[in-house]
Every structure is written in structure tokens, then in C-alpha cells.
């Protein structure tokens, strides 16, 4: 059997055709484009973008992201947690926020300087 999907690594959008027995993938214009077609299958993850709180900045809120992919079951359960953070300013890009979520090995962090 085949499910098709699309590529969403980079912006080119692949179309993939993935066999569900041999998880050979076909339509990938990249390597990486295979390997998000098994993982899609097997095992899928995201990337998690959102804001937090944060108190003495220019703004109320400031982005953060995980600086990899988690399992996508637990993308719920991570904007529930995000709902909790509350910052202070200064906080630079790149600053953890949430170390080892989960116990992912993925952080969460900060994306811009405020």
C-alpha cells in the first residue's frame, strides 16, 4: 500500500509517495525529504513555535520554538506547559527556557531578543 504526503522540511514541498511495507519513499528532492517520509510513518514529530509571557520587555509576549523535533503526541501537552512560563527581560535568542522537555533531549528556546 502507498500514502502520499508532502514535504514540509523545506519550502520546495515535495510530493512523496511512501510505500507502508518497504518505507521506501519516491518524489523526495532531497535526502531529507526521506527520511521525514519513513519518520512520518513511524514515528512523527514536529518542530513547537508559540509565545510566553514575559514581564519588562517591549512586549507582553515573546516567541520561543523547540530547537528540534518532538514526538507529535506530546504537542498538546507542550503548549499546555508553555502556558506556565512566565519570563523576566532581558532574555537573548537562543536562551533555554524549558531544558530536556520531556525528557526529548529537545530545549525549549528563545527567538529574539527583548
Same mark, same amino acid.
Given at each position: 500500500?502507498?500514502?502520499?504526503? @508532502?514535504? @514540509? ?14 518505507? *521506501? ?13 519513513? *519518520? *512520518? ?8 513555535t508559540?509565545?510566553?509571557? !514575559?514581564?519588562?520587555?517591549i512586549?507582553n ?5 523547540t530547537?528540534?523535533? @518532538? ?7 507542550c ?18 527556557? !524549558? ?9 525549549v ?6
Amino acid at each position: 500500500m502507498e500514502r502520499n504526503m @508532502i514535504c @514540509i522540511v523545506c519550502p520546495l514541498g515535495c510530493h512523496l509517495t511512501v510505500n507502508t511495507d518497504t518505507l *521506501e519513499v519516491t518524489g523526495n528532492s532531497c535526502p531529507r525529504g526521506e527520511k521525514y517520509g519513513k *519518520e *512520518e510513518l513511524t514515528a512523527p514529530k514536529r518542530v513547537i513555535t508559540s509565545t510566553v509571557k !514575559i514581564t519588562g520587555g517591549i512586549h507582553n509576549r515573546v516567541p520561543v520554538k523547540t530547537n528540534d523535533s @518532538i514526538p507529535k503526541e506530546l504537542n498538546f501537552k507542550c503548549m499546555e506547559l508553555l502556558k506556565e512560563v512566565e519570563l523576566k527581560s532581558p532574555v537573548k535568542k537562543g536562551d533555554v527556557v !524549558i531544558k530536556n522537555i520531556f525528557d526529548t533531549g529537545v530545549d525549549v528556546v528563545v527567538t529574539r531578543d527583548m
